[in-house]
């Protein structure tokens, strides 16, 4: 964890080592690179302005020598450019300060189990009857199979962490085109039709892709 405020950072340590993670603190961009050059780590909490090496550096070194390993924003620049710039740099969350600690140790939890399967190769999905495996896109059913295109596995996965749960417009739109602008959201409605088509073979089950007007899309799945 990088973070320059000497209070916050050993308030978050302490909390984070009673929920049973090892936490190594450091007091700015520049020994955070150092510890990463000598230790290895699962994931990385960036503050962005910081002495010495700003947090977006520090992204873009780890993004260049340790591309596995997952990295989270803890920032107070709250500008939606800089969300911008933090998702295309690759972070895999942005948390504003202040923010709850709570929220925090839950999106650490589910980013290490996902980083976990993906390393292992057996992150698969079942939504109803189908069968969806994000690395190699496919989604099969019975002896179908359908073969996606990156961002619709892209797109189709985050729908499936979130299943029953409001995936965002913006966060869908950061994540997997690192751009919200008005054509990438249609863009973005477009694939969303098609998943829809490829989610519909399925005669046990009712898969719905609901839209949200304004909010954001939520996965369904119901037993017929």
Known sequence: ??????????MLKIFLEMNDFNITLCENG?????????????????????????GFSVAV???KKYKQMPFVFLTAKALKDDQIKGYQLG????????FDPEILLFKIQVLLQKNSLQTNNSTIFNIGNYEFNPEKRYLKIDTHEQ???PKEAELLQ????KKGEVLSHEEALLKVWKNDDYFTKQSMNVFITHLRKFLSFDTMHHIEIENLHSKGFILKVEQI
């Open 1 to 10: 964890m990088a973070e320059d405020d000497a209070n916050l950072g050993m």
């Open 30 to 54: 520049e020994t955070a690179l150092k510890m990463l050059e000598s230790q290895s780590f699962d994931l990385a909490i960036l503050d962005i302005m910081m002495p010495l090496l700003d």
């Open 61 to 63: 070194e780890i993004q």
């Open 91 to 98: 972070a895999s969350d942005y948390l504003i300060k202040p």
């Open 147 to 149: 073969k996606l295109s």
């Open 158 to 161: 985050l729908l499936c962490e």
